[in-house]
């Protein structure tokens, strides 16, 4: 890892200055994910038409004030070592390696395709941001581990809708969250 030039004037007590900066690092990105995706909930809560309008709608609202208290658990983290958060959309949208949520007024299977794509990319980093944290900081991966529980209970509860009775998931070998969306609204009406 590349020697960094703004360490932190402090951190929490055990770790080197170089250690707390590569956490608040790593945690950061987390950050960044974790408050597009209680936005990315919201736009859904409000986007979602159709027969299932109220279940998917009713279902985000707790998954928001969940992620949200993970985005609020994660900053005050990176403060703590030491670090300023960057909590802003302009850094957002600067930092993110991923795309805008593509889609707007859809179904609630759309919709839920869409997110069961956002899901697995979303928890996917934060098992590696937690596999990172391993060794430098126990404090950041048991908070990262805590999250990652919550999170998959959530993918579960989306994933649900689009699960067969055999087990199968209807959005299974989709790459994108559109190729997601439109096997899913395939698989509802097969
Ligand atoms: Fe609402």
């Known amino acids: ?40 909930l919201k736009h859904i809560h409000w986007n979602v038409v159709g027969p299932h309008f109220i279940a998917v709608h009713e279902m985000l609202d707790p998954q928001v004030e969940a992620v949200r208290a993970m985005v609020d658990a994660v900053a005050e983290r990176i403060a703590t070592l030491g670090v300023a958060p960057k909590g802003t959309p302009g850094a957002i949208v600067a930092e993110r390696t991923w795309d805008d949520y593509s889609i707007g007024r859809a179904g609630a299977i759309e919709h839920l395709g869409a997110l069961d794509a956002v899901y697995q990319g979303v928890i996917e980093s934060h098992r590696a941001a937690a596999a990172e944290t391993e060794e430098l900081d126990a404090v950041t991966n048991d908070l990262l581990v805590g999250e990652l529980g919550e999170l998959e209970l959530f993918h579960w509860f ?21 190729g997601a969306a439109t096997k899913a609204s395939a698989g509802a009406k097969s």
């Open 1 to 40: 890892m590349a020697r960094r030039t703004d360490l932190p004037k402090f951190t929490v007590p055990s770790l080197t200055a170089e250690d707390g900066a590569a956490v608040a690092t790593i945690l950061q990105g987390r950050l960044h994910a974790l408050n597009d995706l209680a936005l990315t």
């Open 158 to 178: 989306v994933r649900a809708h689009l699960e067969s009775s055999g087990g199968a998931l209807s959005t299974n070998g989709a790459v994108t969250e559109r």
